[in-house]
């Protein structure tokens, strides 16, 4: 796309009235574009509404009007999470306009150096030590897009002296053509939106656009053991930089499985340790691969290996990540509500050595879930199911030999379910366990947000 500047007197459609729809179209009323916002929600859930309406911005709720989009549009912004089957969007790609996404808006702006950060788990964790190592060196960061602030209003304001610091969803990324980071990190690829994205094939091919438009002056950071980033290496055009949970590396950040301390590896022949990962604030091996990440970013920013050690040290996780809510009696309350696929609950239930009782369910995408089998037989003691999976989940507890298996009525209010799920888990539990929300599943089915879920599993907790 085009500076927006450039869309002076156009027409400019902006998709979502959500926070970053609202950041792009005060954007590009500010810049002269004649900018028209629509959103399938109802007026009454649109509060965004008055105050675009008040600068002047067209906004249209309820319906995509069949007028809304025609030949006189120069572009189309959408939100990322609408999909690319709504007609306004089919309409758009039939009359040649182009659509992107607040990431490539947001890009046209930004003056500082960029890294961004996508995988299918572990992203807000990883974004957020980048943000707090860069920041322990004086680095002057600013965290946004998933995170933070919307990527269009955090944009315009940075400079050159900042380092912009992006958490970046496949939906995000799809809708981008020239958005380049300096650094881009592929943190793992497992199967999931694939209600989205139709296949792997564009899932894969969505989250490798973070690489697309970058040099030889860049840093590529990739997952050494995982097949997906792997695959990619050949078309990489940037330097690579990679992290291992697994191998010791002759270049790169890795965990040396004998010491068990985190390394860095120059590529000169020169190995640094970089602190032992018992020292970690934050508990499972996800996490300790997630620091390597971090670290490698941090390391190509420019950050002393002391600095990196310091804030892995003092950092205690990022609400709805493995969160500690509370002990009680013995037994220990964890939420980790963004597992919203099954791979970030394998790796949140491996993270005790403590039998656990796990709550799991939610919106159903067509996963059978059988990658949780293992799991369930080494780690689960009970289990409590809720949401548009819960027999699918209960399917996989049985084939595991579990005994204890419970279910929560989910024609009750949201929070109820929640209340009771916890009650439930409490009555099955004893002293040592591990009480665990981890639900494999998106939470759109019952609740607004995995941040909405994990809220009210944290609020029936501390009302035991």
Known sequence: MKHPRDYRGLEVIILGLARSGVAAAKLFHQKGALVTVNDKKERSACPEADELEALGISVVCGFHPESLVHEGISLVVKNPGIPYSVEPIRKAEELGIEVVTEVEVAYQFCEAPIIG???????????????????????????????????????????????????????????????????????????????????????????????????????????????????????????????????????????????????????????????????????????????????????????????????????????????????????????????????????????????????AGGLDRGSDYMELLPTFRERIKGIITLGQTKEKIIHIAELAGISRIQTVDTAKDAADAVSQAVQLAWQMSEPGDIVLLSPACASWDMFPSYEDRGRMFKESVHNL
Not at 140 to 150: E, L, T
Not at 339 to 351: D, G, L, P, R, V
């Open 117 to 359: 950060i996508t995988g299918s788990n572990g992203k807000t964790t990883t974004t957020t030590l980048i943000g707090l190592m860069l920041d322990a060196a004086g680095l002057s960061p600013v965290v946004a897009g998933n995170i933070g602030r919307a990527l269009t209003e955090a944009a315009p304001e940075v400079t050159a002296d900042n380092w912009m610091v992006v958490e970046l969803s496949s939906f995000q990324l799809k809708g981008t053509t020239s958005f380049r980071p300096t650094i881009a990190l592929l943190l793992n690829v497992y199967e999931t939106h694939l209600d989205y994205h139709g296949s792997m094939d564009d899932y894969i091919a969505s989250k490798a656009k973070i690489f697309a438009n970058q040099t030889e002056e860049d840093t590529a950071i990739l997952n050494w053991d995982d097949e997906v980033c792997q695959s990619l290496i050949p078309s990489l055009k940037a330097k690579l930089f990679p992290f291992s949970m697994k191998e010791k590396l002759a270049f790169g950040v890795y965990f040396d499985v004998e010491t068990e301390v985190i390394v860095y590896a120059n590529g000169h022949g020169q190995v640094q340790p970089i602190m032992p990962a018992r020292e970690m604030g934050i508990p499972g091996s996800f996490n300790i691969e997630n620091a390597l990440a971090a670290a490698a970013a941090a390391i190509t920013a420019g950050v002393q290996l002391d600095a990196i050690a310091d804030v892995l040290r003092s950092f205690q996780g990022v609400e709805h990540r493995l969160e500690l809510v509370r002990e009680l009696k013995g037994v220990t309350f964890y939420n980790n509500s963004k597992a919203t696929n099954a791979a970030a609950s394998i790796k949140s239930i491996e993270a005790f050595n403590q039998r656990v009782i796990l709550i």
